[in-house]
């Protein structure tokens, strides 16, 4: 997520405001996967859709748009619309030289953000808000679709790309989307899954190859592939991460926009608690000796548990590290981070929204070499006594502890 956002706050209110659908017949609920899908219909915003065989499951993804999963729902038009929009940018229809925030429940980034091999700020530039852009093949560049089907759809780009220490990258960009299925969730989870539960999964394949004719090494610096997700907050969400209780050093990095309170952060017996309300700007992260290859979110107003997986490589790698300006260590990035959204010193807000965020290690490549960064998102929805069990399998924690953390 970017250190500093100018933007005025969002002109949409009401979280029950009812839209007209095309027929003139129906009316659709703000917050659910139909209102989503019209609104993008009514501003030129051209999708497709991974959709069960069922209907329920819907994944909606944005080809303009880098490939982002944009929302989805786990009971099909009707159903709760997961991913974060930014209605007010997208109806405004200006693009920003700076950076266009969309929104979107998953999107393709690449890492780092910033220091010395940042690819967010040019040579010599002071990394202050105001010098930052996001790299077009990240922002208004179109990745092109190579293959789909009514379950998969596989994206490719190729770009060149220059950090702030002149090092270029050239390389391919591979992304395929794959909606999965209860029964490969149950496999891969190792969980139990009943009928009567709302369930919508996917998996994100991401590819970057070494293009060019030099390997990419430390002494010029590394890029990852970092992944983001957007999901709309509320005053019963909370997101939780297991960390590595084993192990040395720092169990989490809380001082990306200041230290956060001991009221919306708190750590314990191997989980970190995070509050996500929308209103209070801070982020989290944590390095690679403490994290997992788990994060998750439990919004227990509306029983919906997010469960986001990330690969890991087998052996300790060096992350990129996405801090602004001078860095001690340009590699000691983190694994996981997650981001609740407020105003800013001015009173502006983007959105609100949340993030959860995932990277691969700093790609280490010859020419020609690939690395790929896999992850897992899973949104179901269900009864506490349904959802315990997998909490407590997959996390080892109480949901009735996450439920109660701070409330």
Not at 68 to 78: H, I, K, P, Q
Not at 118 to 137: A, C, H, I, M, R
């Amino acid at each position: 997520m970017l250190q500093r956002i100018k933007l005025r706050n969002t002109l949409l209110v009401g979280a029950v405001t009812v839209l007209a659908s095309c027929g003139g017949q129906k009316e659709v609920k703000m917050g659910s996967y139909a209102y989503d899908a019209q609104f993008l219909k009514e501003n030129g915003i051209e999708y497709t859709e991974l959709v069960s065989a069922d209907g329920n499951s819907k994944v909606m993804i944005i080809p303009a748009w880098q490939g982002r999963v944009m929302t989805t729902s786990a009971s099909g038009d009707e159903g709760d619309s997961y991913g974060w929009i930014n209605y007010r940018f997208i109806r405004e229809g200006k693009i920003s030289p700076q950076f266009n925030p969309v929104g979107g429940e998953e999107r393709f980034w690449l890492g780092p953000e910033g220091g010395p091999f940042s690819l967010y700020f040019k040579q010599g530039q002071e990394q202050v808000y105001d010098n930052w852009v996001v790299p077009t093949v990240l922002d208004t560049e179109a990745f092109t679709i190579k293959s789909q089907d009514k379950s998969s759809i596989h994206f490719a780009k190729a770009t060149r790309l220059t950090n702030a220490s002149g090092t270029v990258f050239d390389m391919n960009i591979d992304r395929t989307v794959s909606l999965m299925n209860a029964d490969e969730v149950a496999v891969d989870f190792d969980i139990q899954l009943s009928p009567d539960m709302k369930l919508v999964a996917y998996k994100s394949d991401n590819k970057i190859t070494n293009t060019g004719l030099n390997a990419w090494t430390k002494e010029g610096g590394l890029v990852s592939v970092w992944m983001l997700s957007m999901f709309n907050p509320t005053p019963t969400t909370t997101v939780f991460i297991p960390y590595k209780e084993d192990t040395e050093g720092i169990i989490v990095n809380d001082e990306y926009f200041g230290k956060i309170p001991s009221d919306r952060l708190i750590k314990e017996n191997g989980i970190i608690y995070f509050k996500i309300d929308g209103k209070y700007r801070s982020k989290l992260g944590l390095p690679a000796s403490r994290a997992t290859n788990l994060c998750g979110s439990y919004d227990s107003s509306k029983g919906v548990l997010t469960i986001l997986w990330c690969s890991l490589p087998d052996a300790p790698s060096a992350y990129v590290n996405g801090q602004w300006g001078p860095q001690e260590d340009p590699f000691a990035g983190d694994v996981i981070n997650s981001y609740n959204d407020g105003p800013v010193e001015d009173g502006s807000i983007m959105g609100p929204f949340y993030e959860i965020e995932t990277s691969s290690p700093g790609a280490e490549l010859a020419a020609g070499a690939s690395l790929v960064h896999t992850q897992k998102v899973v949104h179901i929805q269900g009864e506490d006594r349904q959802l315990a069990p997998i909490v407590q399998k997959l996390f080892g924690a109480d949901l009735n502890v996450i439920k109660s953390k701070f409330q």
